[in-house]
């Protein structure tokens, strides 16, 4: 259970009452029972329910079972899709290790529907069910001009292009491996000026995830899975 309380010896806090809730009458916890729970910079604890009522629960944290692993500096960029396919491809982010995930407007997009909370929690309850000890940050929609204009330096962009010439993504990502961020356009592909200013971004690689033209939540899975495989994660 991913918890946003101090995980340390002895420590008692209340979930959430939405946790409780699923802990009490889904899980059909009670009092005794144990769970793990990790906050996202404290390791994974096993902890204790001590109260438990129709207003809530109380846990208590017992003891640390896994140390705090770092936070991965892979990142996906992701156009704006559809509501759905933005939803699996977070989700599918979360269980792929992915740091953190960018939602990029561009031309061919709208970010009128986006609701990060709900991609939030998506992003949560993937990395729970995942195991892993952290949640991708889901950052707020940002203009694609914005985004690669203020490049962080060091950091590669994988630039997924699936018009013109590209080296296969595993090749690229061969002596590369440090801080990535994989780029993902909308179902209806970059505009020709938004393909030419990204060939054109000095941290920019253009890859190819094939000679096929995959959907984008195909794309994205399909390029996180080849990078993490090739960083061996
Ligand atoms: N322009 C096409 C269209 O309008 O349907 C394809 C867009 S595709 C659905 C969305 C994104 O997935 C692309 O912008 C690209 O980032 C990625 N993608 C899809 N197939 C790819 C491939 N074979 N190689 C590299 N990237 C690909």
Redesign the pocket.
């Known amino acids: 259970l991913y918890v946003d309380a101090e995980l340390k010896e002895a420590a008692r806090f209340a979930p959430r009452e939405d946790q409780a809730r699923y802990l009490l009458a889904v899980m059909r916890q009670s009092v005794g029972d144990e769970l793990l729970c990790f906050n996202g910079r404290d390791g994974e604890w096993r902890c204790r329910i001590t109260a438990a009522s129709k207003r809530g629960c109380e846990l208590e944290a017992v003891e640390r079972t896994r140390e705090q692993t770092p936070a991965s500096d892979l990142e996906l960029v992701i156009?704006l899709v559809k509501r759905t396919r933005l939803e699996t491809i977070i989700e599918k982010a979360a269980e792929l290790g992915c740091g953190r995930v960018r939602l990029a407007v561009t031309r061919r997009t709208n970010a009128d529907h986006t609701r990060v909370d709900r991609l939030s929690a998506i992003a949560v309850e993937a990395s729970e069910q995942t195991g892993r000890l952290d949640v991708p940050e889901i950052a707020p929609p940002e203009k694609l001009e914005r985004l690669i204009a203020d490049w962080p330096e060091g950091r590669t962009l994988i630039?997924?292009?699936?018009?013109g010439e590209?080296a296969p993504l595993l090749e690229a990502a061969a002596g590369r491996l440090g801080p990535a961020s994989i780029?993902?356009?909308?179902?209806?592909?970059?505009s020709p000026e938004e393909r030419a200013g990204l060939r054109a971004h000095p941290a920019a690689v253009a890859?190819?995830?094939?000679?096929?033209?995959?959907?984008?939540d195909?794309?994205?899975i399909a390029?996180l899975a080849l990078w993490q495989a090739a960083a061996g994660d």
């Open positions: 156009a630039f997924c292009d699936e018009a590209a780029l993902i356009g909308p179902e209806g592909g970059f890859v190819s995830l094939g000679p096929r033209i995959l959907r984008a195909t794309a994205a390029a």
